[in-house]
């Protein structure tokens, strides 16, 4: 919103200042939407799409998506990550998603597969989004949802049933391309059985500080690991920023009338009496709180107006006038010594809005990218805690750069001494089974094998399940998954992690029969026959994608 007012004049400035005032939610996306020109922005397979199709089945419909999944829906987020595979970020990841739907929407007519009206509704109404307590669907909140949310996105009720009508075509297609890539009903059999076992065994744990202890590099061991590697040290990029925080001088909370102490009269009244009272009270409260809502939302929006007015004065003059705009809006500024982005001032290390990207303000900061344009040097409006802007303009930069040895000693020495620790330390693991394994063999116990072999630390374990959480102070993190194929009264495979060594023991593996063992495989094939049919469904849509050669005709801003 407040990053792309600026980019119109005259007329176009009334309108959008209008809209602004009008919706006070909306963000720059629906504004852009309405005033949307026709403009060819994509090819598809031979057929370009415009400006307004991009935002109606692309960023409008993803955004619209990613909102009705957050409800729990699953499925909507199958189709999500389907049709925008491969995303890096938000932008890409919007447009993936429109060239997956509109390879998708060309399948529908290959195929014939076209969901009725009244399938569409039967969805609809199974959307978590749209339920309420009870979990049955809600007509009132459908309708609010259409009302006040999606037409900020600059869509309609009819762009919620394509989405709909795509999703359900998507699953049907999916079984379609997927058709025939059977599963083996006995192999899930016995992963299934596999995956049911009570385990017990025991751990014996090597730690790595030891085996670090005893590595003492020289001088000039150091420095010839450094020169071997010597690219990997680099210093962090700094940067120096000037900045305004901008907070609206929103008015108090009005207190609660709710907390008077009652009096002697109004003790005595009669039920009636009070309940009128009650009522009038609650009446009034209302009325405050709507009020003071109203007049919170109007010194939002002066603010916003501020900041945005702000960024295209910035934008007119070419970058120069920051401190002096800054001033004449009575907004302290600010100025950063050069800073890493991991070591930024307490004030600027803040979280970006909720409504917005996610993230932290920061990283938005040294997302600037410093052209020919002097404007390049000033960032976009970013949101931050509840209803502040942050607007920076980047004053220095000292890029990344080799460390000397000088640097990169301590570092370079560190990781040399991690290194030498952590290979003597699975060298000493190796010998410890081998050893174990013939103790084993000579009818000692494992306790007994393991101490012998020089290590201290054992430790049992009983009866854990695939669902059982590993003590992580003890245990490794995969030690149901490392346990579950082993032969009883066998060693397995060394288990290494950062700074340990697992050696694993199992003295007893037993199968737990379930009660609703065939329901159970059924759905596991069924569930198996799913991921087949989607693997086939997500590699035939790359291809599709790939022989349409897509290619961006216009940016979109």
């Known amino acids: 919103m407040i990053e792309n007012i600026r980019k119109y004049t005259g007329l176009m400035m009334v309108i959008l200042v209008i809209l602004f005032v009008s919706f006070l939610f909306l963000d720059s996306r629906s504004v852009r939407s309405g005033m949307a020109g026709e403009h060819a922005v994509i090819k598809i397979a031979d057929r370009t799409y415009s400006d307004k199709e991009y935002k109606t089945f692309g960023s409008g419909a993803f955004e619209l998506t990613s909102g009705l999944a957050q409800s729990g829906d699953f499925g909507l987020y199958q189709f999500l990550m389907g049709m925008a595979t491969g995303a890096t970020s938000k932008e890409d990841a919007a447009e993936k998603f429109f060239v997956g739907r509109m390879i998708l929407r060309q399948a529908k007519e290959e195929f014939g597969v076209f969901p009725g009206d009244d399938e569409i509704s039967t969805y609809l109404k199974s959307l978590r989004a749209f339920a309420d307590k009870d979990g049955k669907f809600s007509q009132e909140i459908y309708r609010n949802y259409i009302e006040k949310y999606i037409g900020r996105l600059g869509l309609t009720e009819n762009d919620i049933r394509e989405l709909a009508s795509d999703v359900l075509a998507s699953k049907k297609i999916n079984a379609i391309v997927g058709s025939g890539l059977s599963v083996d009903r006995d192999a899930v059999a016995k992963n299934l059985a596999l995956e049911n076992q009570k385990i017990t065994g025991e751990l014996a744990r090597m730690d790595l500080a030891p085996y670090e202890d005893k590595i003492q590099p020289t001088e000039g061991e150091i420095k010839k690991y450094w020169e071997n590697i010597q690219d ?3 210093t962090a990029p700094l940067r120096k920023f000037t900045y305004v925080l901008v907070t609206p001088s929103l008015p108090p909370e009005t207190a609660d009338s709710s907390d008077t102490p009652e009096s002697l009269a109004d003790a005595t009244a009669s039920d009636e009496v009070k309940k009128a009272a009650k009522a009038k009270k609650e009446e009034e409260k209302a009325k405050r709180t709507t009020a003071q809502a109203e007049e919170r939302r109007k010194k939002q929006l002066e603010i916003d107006t501020l900041v945005d007015d702000f960024l295209f004065k910035l934008e007119e003059q070419k970058g120069a006038g920051f401190e002096e705009l800054a001033k004449a809006n009575k907004w302290e500024v600010k100025t950063t010594e050069l800073f890493a982005q991991a070591t930024p001032p307490k004030e600027i290390d803040v979280n970006v809005r909720a409504s917005s990207r996610g993230g932290k303000a920061i ?3 040294f997302k600037v990218q410093v052209t020919s ?10 949101a931050i805690g509840e209803n502040q802007w942050l607007v920076a303009r980047m004053d220095g930069e000292e890029k990344s750069r080799p460390k000397t040895y000088e640097e990169a000693r301590a570092e ?13 330390m699975k060298t000493a693991a190796t010998e410890a089974v ?7 063999a000579s009818g000692k116990t494992f306790s007994e094998a393991a101490k012998e072999a020089g290590i201290t630390e054992i430790r049992p374990f009983t009866e854990i399940i695939s669902t059982t959480r590993p003590d992580g102070a003890n245990e490794p993190q995969n030690l149901f998954a490392s346990a579950r194929n082993l032969d009883p009264n066998s060693v397995g495979e060394i288990i290494t992690e950062s700074e340990r060594t697992f050696i694993l023991y199992v003295a007893k593996r037993e199968v737990v029969k379930e009660a609703n063992a065939a329901a159970r495989l059924d759905s596991e094939v069924t569930a198996r026959t799913n991921e087949n049919e989607t693997i086939a469904f997500t590699s035939w849509m790359n291809d599709r994608i790939e022989a349409a ?8 801003r």
């Open 412 to 424: 370079a020495r560190a990781q040399y001494i991690s290194e030498k620790g952590a290979e003597a």
């Open 549 to 556: 050669k897509v290619e961006q005709l216009y940016k979109r």
């Open 363 to 365: 990283d938005e900061l």
């Open 373 to 382: 344009d002097p404007f390049s040097k000033i960032s976009e409006a970013i």
């Open 434 to 440: 081998t050893k174990i394994k013939a103790s084993i």
């Open 232 to 234: 990997a040290f680099t």
